[in-house]
């Protein structure tokens, strides 16, 4: 054995272990916040602005309404194994046929107005374009 094993220890007392837990705790708060502050960086960096789209799922559309500006883009994502289309009423728009698993998109009508749309090959599918 070296000397160096037989050191005396310092006793703990209540106010050194209290100060160790004060530092551990604070030590763990400042590591959870900084994961925090990266996570939500990390978030805000990848977030892609809204983007105008009507999912078909379900044999519906989704959002049933949606509110798009005048002459807009607006994508149409197939999620079913499906053909459909999305078709305006009014003759305003039209998808065509949108196949299974597929995206597409159409331009909005440049006049504001409600524009209801049906599928074609499905006609109780229903929804409105609400061009603001």
Same mark, same amino acid.
């Given at each position: 054995m070296t000397s160096a094993d037989h050191r005396p220890r310092r006793p703990r007392t209540p106010g050194r272990l209290a100060a160790l837990a004060v530092g551990v705790a604070l030590l763990a708060t400042t590591v959870a916040a900084a994961g925090a502050v990266a996570s939500a960086s990390a978030r805000s960096a990848h977030k892609k602005p809204a983007a105008a789209t009507i999912v078909? @799922? %379900? &044999? /519906? &559309? /989704?959002?049933? %309404?949606? @509110?798009v500006k005048p002459g807009e883009k607006v994508t149409v994502e197939n999620k079913t194994p499906v053909t459909h289309t999305l078709t305006s009423t009014q003759h305003k728009f039209n998808t065509g046929d949108v196949g299974g698993g597929t995206t597409t998109s159409f331009t909005a009508p440049t006049k504001p107005g409600r524009y209801p749309y049906i599928c074609e090959i499905h006609q109780y599918m229903t929804g409105v374009l609400v061009v603001t």
């Amino acid at each position: 054995m070296t000397s160096a094993d037989h050191r005396p220890r310092r006793p703990r007392t209540p106010g050194r272990l209290a100060a160790l837990a004060v530092g551990v705790a604070l030590l763990a708060t400042t590591v959870a916040a900084a994961g925090a502050v990266a996570s939500a960086s990390a978030r805000s960096a990848h977030k892609k602005p809204a983007a105008a789209t009507i999912v078909i @799922k %379900t &044999f /519906s &559309f /989704s959002p049933a %309404t949606l @509110k798009v500006k005048p002459g807009e883009k607006v994508t149409v994502e197939n999620k079913t194994p499906v053909t459909h289309t999305l078709t305006s009423t009014q003759h305003k728009f039209n998808t065509g046929d949108v196949g299974g698993g597929t995206t597409t998109s159409f331009t909005a009508p440049t006049k504001p107005g409600r524009y209801p749309y049906i599928c074609e090959i499905h006609q109780y599918m229903t929804g409105v374009l609400v061009v603001t």
